[in-house]
């Protein structure tokens, strides 16, 4: 079984995350691993952990601090990763996304072998779209089976559970394919010291657009969205807050009742 | 006026509100073009309700496919009628399903895609609250159709009486759209609560539940609301993963957000601080939540909790 999973560097959720002046996401700021990514490895590493055959490959997209996401990735276990990273693609979209990571895997299969399963997070938790997956399987026309809390992988199958409001469905596709999985999955683990040293040692393969076979366009310069305004948003500030000597509940219901609330 | 193709969301026909929603919001655009994915019976109902809110035709598409397959199948029937009708602009709400059938359907047409939208103008721009709500971006598609996926609760349905004219597509899924077949489902036990991204009142729950959500769902069901939970408590067991708000979670918009016993962490915050209104109760009274509650109450959400719903119940 050979496995991708993509990996995005994220700027920090608990720090400053701001923009700069050309309207892109400040990338320069703390940054780190997105957090649902970790669930993707973790669920490729199960698949092929115990195999000497299989291997997982953690693939990035992003600047020069994209790569720490990758080492994260190799620290956890992922036998190999792959940095993509070139000046025009900052700016990218969703849809310039998704076409750079399906021109890597494409790339990983001619240079290494086919791929059995892409393994992806639910979102980013930077941008938060959750469409990335579904374009990437839509651009190489694989099956692809989202938002799975499970998964159970054949040799032929991949199968998850994919929990909604009222039903969870199960939904199967046949390899190659792609699947997304929640934070429901699995428990990450956090990288061993021997897994630390390990991952010094594991190759990163680094590419940049045209190594792709694709050109600017693939990046800000051909976004299909354009942001035509953007500013802080004014920032909710604090109401009233009183402290309850018994009557709080009534007081509470007594604010919802002066918003027309109840 | 061109059209613009509203996708419908449905149970067995009944048309959510958050549909109705993306009605109020094409009729800005254009003239509002309702895509049905169901049986012919079942569009035969919706339009009825959609006609009301403004939509022109229903375009009901029936292929069994669509109830069999994940996805692909829907994002190729968005996709042939958007090369079919040229429409102005296509809309979708931002749920699980039907933000990826857009996201397909847009590559398939060489479109952009905005998420997440809280407000739609008439030239096809949309506005999006990001990183936890502390911007907001107005994008524009700028080449193919602009798809755009927007968040229930952003705006209020809007009655206009319009035709509602049913026609039947014959579009078929081509068997490339026939690979993630659904193989089994389980359904859940009805809450008799309303959905949590759609419900105009949440009440949420966190670790200061100590894992009893008696209070916080008696209340909710005072206020005919829905029950969230924080990410610690649904960490912790004492709630389904399907009720979590916040980053890794569900987000949630509604008329009146009620945190109890949340703290109101920053990946909590992504999910929730969209609301109109916000509500905390917190033992803590330096609780980052009371930053950006409208109203707060320090105390003990199980003396506080119980009163007030006592209190709503006492109005009714």
């Not at chain 2, 229903?58 to 090369?83: F, N």
């Amino acid at each position: 079984m050979r496995i991708v999973t993509f990996v995005k560097y994220v700027p920090d959720a608990a720090g400053d995350r701001s923009f700069e002046s050309d309207n892109t996401v400040d990338r320069e700021t703390d940054g780190l691993l997105s957090e649902l990514d970790e669930y993707a490895i973790e669920e490729a590493l199960n698949l092929t952990d115990k195999d000497k055959g299989s291997e997982t490959i953690a693939v990035t997209v992003g600047p020069d601090d994209a790569k720490d996401a990758v080492r994260k990735a190799l620290q956890m276990g992922a036998d190999k990763g792959v940095h993509v990273n070139d000046d025009a693609i900052s700016g990218a979209d969703a849809v310039g996304t998704a076409k750079i990571l399906a021109a890597t895997v494409k790339k990983v299969e001619e240079d290494e072998g086919p791929i059995d399963l892409i393994i992806t997070g639910l979102a980013s938790t930077d941008g938060q779209m959750s469409v990335v997956p579904a374009m990437v399987a839509e651009l190489l026309g694989r099956p692809a089976a989202t938002q799975g809390s499970s998964l159970e992988v054949t040799d032929t199958t991949a199968t998850i559970r994919r929990d909604g409001d009222t039903a969870s469905q199960y939904v199967e596709v046949a390899l190659p394919a792609l699947v997304s999985v929640t934070d429901q999955i699995n428990e990450p683990r956090y990288p061993s010291f021997k897994g630390i040293m390990k991952a010094k040692k594991k190759p990163v393969a680094q590419y940049d657009l045209g190594d792709l076979g694709l050109d600017a366009s693939a990046g800000g310069a051909g976004a299909l969205t354009q942001i035509i305004e953007l500013a802080p948003a004014p920032g909710r500030t604090a109401g009233e807050v009183v402290t309850d000597e018994g009557d709080g509940g009534q007081k509470l219901v007594d604010w919802l009742a002066s918003k027309k609330l109840v | 006026m061109s059209e613009v193709l509203v996708l419908v969301d449905h149970a067995d026909g009944k048309v959510r509100k958050s549909t109705l929603e993306l009605l109020a919001f094409a009729r800005r655009i254009g003239t509002p073009v309702a895509v049905f994915v169901g049986d012919a019976a079942a569009g035969e109902a919706a339009a009825t309700t959609l006609g009301e809110h403004g939509a022109e035709k229903v375009l009901v598409a029936s292929d069994p496919a669509y109830g069999e397959y994940l996805v692909a199948a829907h994002a190729e029937l968005l996709a042939a009628l958007v090369q079919e009708r040229q429409p102005a602009a296509v809309i979708v709400t931002a749920g699980a399903e039907d933000r990826e059938v857009a996201a397909r359907a847009a590559i398939k047409t060489g479109s952009g895609i905005i998420t997440d939208a809280v407000d739609v103008a008439a030239d096809g721009s949309a506005s999006q609250q990001v990183f936890a709500a502390s911007y907001n971006v107005t994008s524009k598609v700028a080449q193919g159709v602009p798809f755009i996926a927007v968040k229930p609760n952003s705006t209020a349905p809007e009655p206009a009486a319009a035709a509602g004219t049913v026609e039947a597509v014959s579009f078929a899924p081509t068997d490339a759209a026939k690979t993630a077949r659904i193989v089994k489902v389980e359904e859940k036990a009805a809450s008799g609560r309303p959905n949590l991204t759609e419900a105009a009142i949440v009440v949420s729950g966190g670790r200061g539940t100590g894992g009893d959500f008696a209070a916080v769902e008696a209340l909710a069901d005072s206020l005919g609301a829905a029950v969230g939970a924080s990410r610690a408590a649904v960490d912790a067991g004492w709630y389904p993963h399907s009720h979590q708000v916040g980053q890794t979670g569900k987000a949630v918009s509604p008329q009146l957000y009620v945190a109890a016993g949340i703290s109101g962490a920053i990946q909590h915050r992504a999910g929730m601080q969209t609301s109109k209104n916000i509500v905390a109760i917190n033992k803590d009274d330096e609780a980052p939540i009371f930053e950006l509650a409208d109203f707060g109450v320090v105390g003990d959400l199980f003396q506080v909790l119980p009163q007030a719903t006592d209190a709503v119940n006492a109005r009714k």
